[in-house]
């Protein structure tokens, strides 16, 4: 098969089409034919060498796929060949086939393809992990992202508005806000023009959830904007994790500091993850509340232009790349 390898760490130059022997699916896992896969910030990270793949785990990049499933191995009984999926990986997206969990693949939701299903399970499983189960966002309370028209970001928007809390957003330009707003942000900062931590104290309380993959002088800023008992969670450190920090004010506000990686948590983590966004989301996506925001798709050859693109920030919602 063909697939993209990192022949060492640095910029996406190093992104190179080689071939490989197509992966065995062991017990509990299924072998999936490519249709698509998403681009993510991790990726980016560990093409320069700050995310080194788990042990065990393929040493290409790429983290969710779309795809048909080819093969199963042992003790697989949810799944057979022929099923249309989309899947949460630990590493070997970026090729024409990769190996999934079987606890970590869901069906394409209905109304959508299966390249646009691609785009759902790392941003998704993050999210609904981070936001909904570690952030407890309830109705009515207010989520700040930032980063609102990233994959994440979107995805965030979208599935809070459409659970009923108040999203506000930060983005850095005047198209980024307008799409934060057309995706159910009520509120948006831009970034380069704008002191969030003012906005959002012009018109409420504070954030009840922060979900942050800033960092940097973001740390300091989110405790000033969090509401009382508010939850600040920290999902990537894209401004630095070594920051200076009152911490008084999260004793005064009895605020909760957390943070969380998905890739690598245990398979059983992940699937109990996998088993509350089929029950809670899905039904969303077949409904059309929540729907994947695509920006570009790449040919896999293209990975290297992918991976500029991201690093450049000028996309609104996500990266995939085609077989």
Known sequence: MNCIEISTPGGPEVLVVAKRALPQADSGQVLIKVAA?????PDVFQRQGGYPAPPGAS???GLEVAGEVVAC????HTLQPGDQVCALLNGGGYAQYAVAEASLCLPVPTGLSVQEAAALPETVFTVWHNVFER???????ILLVHGGTSGIGTTA???AHAFGARV?????????????????AEQVFNYHEEDFVAGIKDVSKGANVILDMVGGDYVQKNIRAAAFQGRI?????????????????MMLKQLVLTGSTLRSQPVENKAGIAIAVREKVWPLLAQGKIKPVIHTVFKLDQASDAHRLME?????GKLLLCP
């Open 59 to 61: 040493d290409l990049p």
């Open 135 to 141: 952030g407890t966002l309830k109705k009515g309370q």
């Open 157 to 159: 928007i979208q599935m």
């Open 312 to 316: 450049s920030n000028a996309h609104i």
């Open 73 to 76: 191995g042992s003790d697989v």
């Open 233 to 249: 969670i920290s999902i990537a450190f894209l401004r630095g994790s070594k920051v200076e920090v009152d911490l008084t004010p």
């Open 168 to 184: 506000f957003a930060t983005a850095g330009s005047t198209e980024k806000c307008q799409a934060c707003r057309e995706l159910g």
């Open 37 to 41: 896969a998403g681009v993510n910030r």
